[in-house]
C-alpha cells in the first residue's frame, strides 16, 4: 500500500524567504509520481508541481521547486521567495496503483503553511 | 477552461437521511475520484472509477456508495447519513497524470 506522511502541522516563514514542507512516501511500485497541491481558505485544489519516479532531474515550475531524494524516499517542496498569498494548506500526494490495476492519488495529512509580513 | 463542478457548495441534511453528491466533468477523462477531508486527517479516498459502471472501494468506503451510470458523472451516495459523516467531500478527475478537482461541497449531517 501506498503512504504519504508529512510530518510539519504547521510552518511559519517570513515574507521574501525561502521555506521548505517536508513529505516522504511509501511504495513497493517501481512506477509512481508525486504531486504538491495547494490549498487556500477558499478550498480549492491547486496543482504546483509534478515529479516521476523515473525523472533525473528534480521539478521546477517557477517559485516551486521539488526536492527528489528516491533513495530516502523524500519529495520535498520548496518555495523560493514567500508571498502573503502563499499561506495556505499544502498537501503531497503519491500517484499509486489500486489493486485491480488502475490508478489512485494517495494523500498526505498536509502543513499549514502560514507567510508573516 | 476544463472543469470538476460538484453540485452543492453547502448541504445541511439531518441523520438518517439519504443524500447524493454529485459531481460532473467535462473533460471526458477516465478517472474519477471522490475524497473527504477532515482537519488533521488530510483527503482520505472513499470510492473511484475508471471506466462508466465500473468502481472500486478506497481506504474508507464504509458507509458511502457510488454511481457511475455516465462518463461524465460520478454520484457519492450515503444510504443513511450519520453525524459522523459530516464533512468536506472532494470530487476529482484525472487523465494520465494530470487530475482536476471540483470546489468541493461542505456536508454537515444534524
Known amino acids: 500500500a501506498q503512504k504519504i506522511t508529512q510530518t510539519q502541522p504547521g510552518m511559519f516563514v517570513q515574507e521574501k524567504e525561502a521555506v521548505t514542507l517536508d513529505c516522504t512516501y511509501d511504495t513497493s511500485d517501481p512506477s509512481y509520481g508525486l504531486f504538491w497541491y495547494k490549498q487556500p481558505s477558499s478550498g480549492e485544489m491547486i496543482f504546483l508541481i509534478y515529479q516521476g519516479s523515473y525523472d533525473q532531474q528534480n521539478a521546477t515550475e517557477g517559485r516551486y521547486s521539488l526536492n527528489f531524494q528516491k533513495a530516502r524516499k523524500s519529495a520535498n517542496l520548496v518555495i523560493s521567495a514567500s508571498q502573503l498569498g502563499d499561506s495556505a494548506m499544502y498537501f503531497c500526494a503519491m500517484r499509486g496503483v489500486a489493486q485491480g490495476g488502475s490508478e489512485k492519488l494517495v494523500f498526505g495529512k498536509g502543513t499549514k503553511l502560514t507567510v508573516n509580513p | 477552461d476544463v472543469k470538476v463542478t460538484q453540485s452543492s457548495r453547502y448541504l445541511v441534511k439531518r441523520t438518517g437521511e439519504k443524500v447524493f453528491l454529485e459531481c460532473v466533468q467535462d473533460?471526458?477523462?477516465?478517472?474519477m475520484f471522490w475524497y473527504r477531508q477532515d482537519p488533521g486527517l488530510g483527503l482520505r479516498l472513499i470510492y473511484f472509477s475508471y471506466d462508466v459502471k465500473m468502481k472500486e472501494k478506497g481506504d474508507i468506503p464504509e458507509g458511502y456508495s457510488v454511481s457511475r451510470e455516465k462518463k461524465e458523472r460520478f454520484s457519492l451516495i450515503l444510504e443513511s447519513a450519520s453525524t459522523n459523516q459530516t464533512s468536506m467531500y472532494l470530487c476529482?478527475?484525472?487523465?494520465?497524470?494530470?487530475?482536476?478537482f471540483g470546489s468541493g461541497t461542505r456536508l454537515t449531517v444534524v
Open positions: 476529482a478527475s484525472s487523465y494520465a497524470y494530470g487530475y482536476t
Open positions: 473533460m471526458d477523462h477516465e478517472n
